[in-house]
């Protein structure tokens, strides 16, 4: 069964850090792109980053560019978002997403608060 | 950056009956549309892809259609369980990926 499993969620402040993570299960990880796509409360959803499968190419929404870093543990079967200099408007859920679409994760609530 | 456009905002239906939800995109996006049915406090399920080609699982009263800006997702016979909100998203020229804001699927 195909397993996604977001962790690292919270309140920070503004202008703080914080790291999610994603473990993958259930299929060959290694072989499949993975997105970032998040959705603010009461909101629609927002695609936020892209990684191929073997972390060579990388994309980034506009509104989180030079703040937010994707990565991936293949050994590990985990996907990461770095996150940083964060702001009020970046308060949503973060959903680990395999390409395709198909399979989401349960998200993580990430707060940005003072 | 293409712009998703969904309507209504809420569409208001008996149970029993066809729902049609519109998506439209602000250029061609060829048929690399999907929809999606998110419920409360669950992550959005892929309903169809390719505009018209439903996922595995999907019954069959979901229906997709369209191509270049202007989608359709038929819903026949909605049942309970298909009350929830609907996104579209293009997945021709990205990046971005772009979703449209939604459509919320309401018990008349």
């Known amino acids: 069964e195909v397993q996604l499993v977001e962790s690292g969620g919270g309140l920070v402040q503004p202008g703080g850090s914080l790291r999610l993570s994603c473990a993958a299960s259930g299929f060959s990880f290694n072989s499949y792109s993975m997105n970032w796509v998040r959705q603010a409360p009461g909101k629609g959803l927002e695609w936020v980053s892209y990684i191929s499968s073997s972390g060579s190419t990388i994309y980034y929404a506009d509104s989180v560019k030079g703040r937010f870093t994707i990565s991936r543990d293949n050994a590990k079967n985990s996907l990461y978002l770095q996150m940083n200099s964060l702001r009020a408007e970046d308060t949503a859920v973060y959903y680990c997403v395999r390409a395709e679409g198909v399979y989401w994760g349960q998200g993580t609530l990430v707060t940005v608060s003072s | 950056e293409i712009v998703m456009t969904q309507s209504p905002a809420t569409l208001s239906v008996s149970p029993g009956e066809r729902g049609t939800l519109s998506c439209r995109a602000s250029?061609?996006?060829?048929?690399?549309l999907a929809w999606y049915q998110q419920k409360p406090g669950q992550a959005p399920r892929l309903l169809i892809y390719?505009?018209?080609t439903r996922a595995t699982g999907i019954p069959a009263r979901f229906s997709g259609s369209g191509s270049g800006t202007e989608f359709t997702l038929t819903i026949s016979s909605l049942q309970s369980e298909d009350f929830a909100v609907y996104f579209c998203?293009?997945?021709?020229?990205?990046?971005?990926?772009?979703f449209g804001q939604g459509t919320r699927l309401e018990i008349k």
């Open positions: 390719g505009a018209s």
């Open positions: 250029q061609s996006v060829s048929n690399n």
């Open positions: 998203q293009q997945y021709n020229n990205w990046p971005p990926i772009t």
